[in-house]
RNA sequence: UGGGGCUUCGCCAAGCUGGUUAAGGCACUGGAUUUUGAUUCCAGCAUACCCAGGUUCGAAUCCUGGAGCCCCAGCCA
């Protein structure tokens, strides 16, 4: 493949002007994350950047988290660096094993690679604890024992100054002691918090004193009952990436406040010569708003409780084992995330640029087979009653390496309702009688009528075939049409559920202007139905992908299909620029 | 006068150390190829950069003022 040259971007700049700078010579790796002790006598870092994902494992990974993900890796592979997979998992209440197996399995399969940087916030609790005391020792911490409500209220609003606590000024001893005891469990959950020392006038909330530990008795998924006390987000990431040698530390806008923080905890510790310099630097970008779904954790957990959708891996959800099952492709993802790039500024990107992106790489991989979704039966009336013929179809148009398959033709076939009306509209050029159409890799037929019951419905299309017309054979092209229709024999065909998906809501922004998101789902985002399919599609493996022709990407259910009957889900459909017109 | 951030074509988004015809992609519109009304190809698509002033020979880029939108008051992340 050529050489691409990515798409500038504000991260890119930053990192080519610390890399031009020489910014990151001086660093040490001790082979672990460590503080700088660990770091001091070990060889320079060799990766040129470091970059982390740092999911907290409380949940299932959704299609913003993808954007986050390739970026953060994306830019690791692009500068020789690396990439870590990082549990933030500071908060034992929330988080819990089968996330973290189902977040590996998801960064897996978007085909990203950390190596051996597979950690953990967890592990380096005892680091952690260890800064806490150097905080309160040098004066930047102390224990506080108002009650929630009391800190809450002391805070000062968003334009009026915070107040100091009455415990704000206790002595270095009594702190520590005060700190050590609340680690030994001897106090009940909440009844003191350890908070860094800064400002409660500060214009940003963030610097008024925030709280660092927090007493907690839970059990964490890693450390089991170790402790009772646990780091804030606030106080743990940014020593978690410290520890890790990361470079950049790229998270979403409402980090941006937190930076400040971020920055001033990092330069006492590193002041204390407990951390490594360069510190990392926090850079903040815009997250993904993607229209015709939500991508909250709580509406999404909503979604799944009360059943509006089959489970978090259900083909409709936004969630990346949704994807998988629907038939998405990492790469499809991988081209999105370099389609609609990464800034600041707050942007909506319509989900038919998702699906385009999808369709884009299947378009390219996909082999093709026929399918017909919605049956009516046509009948070659003067086709031999006992003949049958096969007829060659290539596996892929662009790429005939991948080879063809027979498909057999007999006088019955399926062929699909819509491909077939009376009373065409202006521009038709499908079935109707009178006209004459290809029925694909195989001959051109004139359409004679239809037969129908008593009710008006039409049961079968008639029609005669010229035999002289056969696809491959020289006579192929001496009948002109401008229709193409697909079809399977009835003979020969198999009857298969396939799942018809669509958007999971009819509305760009659900539940804007304050309405309820739950009454925006789409109705139809769901069809289950019975398809004619041909007969090589029984040997689909699951999470095979195809392009039925005509109609759009399949891929095989990963969990449905059974040997010899897979199940076929619909990805998205083909561009239909008839459709689009009429 | 609480703090922080953002504003370039219908949707993303380069550019921002002042001088280019204001990149590129998607969408859209033509046209060519095509046994998928698909794909591919080729062409078109902002005298205009939130607004108003100013500096300058010259401003999307610098200055001043204004408008709009987003985020922050968890012992969540």
Redesign the pocket.
């Known amino acids: 493949m050529a050489e691409e040259t990515k798409?500038?971007?504000?991260i890119?700049?930053i990192i080519d002007a610390d890399l031009a700078a020489n910014k990151f010579a001086g660093r040490r790796w001790s082979g672990q994350p460590g503080p700088a002790e660990q770091h001091k006598v070990s060889p320079g870092d060799t990766p040129k950047i470091r970059t982390r994902f740092?999911?907290?494992p409380?949940g299932y990974l959704h299609y913003g988290h993808a954007k986050s993900i390739c970026l953060n890796f994306g830019l690791a592979l692009d500068y020789e660096g690396v990439c870590h997979l990082r549990f933030?998992?500071?908060?034992p209440?929330?988080?819990e094993q089968e996330y973290v197996d189902s977040i590996v399995d998801a960064v897996k399969w978007l085909g990203f690679d950390w190596g051996p940087n597979l950690y953990y916030?967890s592990n380096y609790f005892d680091w952690m604890y260890q800064f806490a005391e150097y905080l309160i020792e040098s004066g930047n911490a102390y224990v506080?024992?108002?009650?929630?409500?009391?800190?809450?209220a002391s805070?000062?609003?968003?334009?009026?100054?915070?107040k100091a606590s009455p415990y704000r000024n206790r002595p270095v001893a009594e702190n520590l002691d005060l700190f050590r005891r609340m680690k030994a469990g001897e106090f009940a959950?909440?009844?003191?918090?350890l908070r860094a020392k800064i400002d409660m006038t500060?214009?940003?909330?963030?610097?008024?004193d925030?709280?660092i530990y927090?007493?907690?008795r839970a059990t964490h998924h890693n450390t089991g009952d170790k402790w009772c006390l646990?780091?804030?987000?606030?106080?743990?990431?940014p020593i978690e990436d410290a520890l890790e040698n990361i470079t950049h530390s790229i998270c979403t806008?409402?980090?941006?406040?937190?930076?400040?923080f971020y920055d001033w905890l990092l330069e006492k510790l590193a002041q204390g010569g407990l951390l490594q310099r360069p510190l990392p630097q926090q850079i903040?970008f815009?997250r993904l708003?993607l229209s015709y779904v939500v991508l909250s954790k709580r509406k999404l957990i909503q979604l799944v409780e009360e059943k509006h959708v089959d489970g978090w891996d259900d083909p409709r959800m936004p969630t990346l084992v949704g994807a998988r099952r629907r038939g998405f492709t990492p790469e499809g993802f991988r081209r999105f995330a370099e389609?609609?790039?990464?800034?600041?500024?707050?942007?909506?990107?319509?989900m038919?640029?998702l699906e385009?992106c999808m369709?884009?790489h299947l378009?390219?991989t996909a082999e093709?087979r026929i399918a017909v979704l919605d049956p009516i039966k046509l009948v070659i009336d003067n086709y031999p009653e006992e003949d049958e013929e096969l007829c060659e179809a290539p596996n892929?148009?662009?790429h005939p390496e991948l080879g063809k398959r027979p498909i057999p033709f007999s006088k019955e076939l399926w062929i699909e309702r819509e491909?077939f009306t009376e009373n065409?509209p202006k521009?038709?050029?499908?079935l109707f009688p009178g006209n004459t159409v290809?029925?694909?890799?195989?001959y051109v037929i004139k359409c004679e009528g239809c037969t129908k019951d008593e009710a008006g419905n039409i049961k079968s299309v008639h029609c005669i075939y010229l035999p002289a017309?056969?696809?491959?054979?020289p006579g192929?092209?001496s009948v002109k049409?401008?229709?193409?229709?697909?079809w399977v024999s009835a003979k020969h065909s198999y009857a298969a559920e396939v799942r018809l998906y669509d958007r999971l809501f009819k509305v760009e922004n659900p539940g804007s202007g304050g309405s309820d998101f739950i009454a925006d789902l789409n109705p139809d985002s769901k069809r289950v139905i019975t398809a004619q399919l041909e007969p090589a599609l029984r040997d689909a493996l699951a999470e095979e992908r195809f392009?039925?022709?005509?109609?759009g990407y399949f891929v095989a259910d990963r969990v449905d299909s059974k040997p010899g009957t897979p199940v076929f889900n619909r990805a998205v459909t083909?561009?239909?620029?008839?459709?689009?017109?009429?």
């Open positions: 798409a500038s971007n504000f890119r700049n740092p999911p907290e409380n933030d998992d500071t908060n209440e929330k988080e916030a506080d024992s108002q009650s929630a409500d009391e800190m809450r805070r000062g609003t968003l334009t009026e100054a915070g959950d909440g009844a003191h918090v500060s214009g940003n909330i963030n610097l008024r925030p709280a927090r007493i907690k646990y780091p804030m987000y606030t106080y743990a990431h806008l409402e980090f941006e406040d937190q930076r400040p903040e815009a708003n389609m609609i790039g990464v800034a600041k500024a707050d942007s909506w990107i319509d038919s640029i385009a369709r884009d378009n390219e093709r892929h148009p662009q491909d065409p521009g038709y050029f499908r290809r029925l694909r890799y195989g017309t056969r696809s491959g054979t192929a092209d049409v401008k229709g193409n229709i697909h392009q039925f022709e005509r109609h083909l561009k239909d620029s008839w459709a689009a017109k009429s």
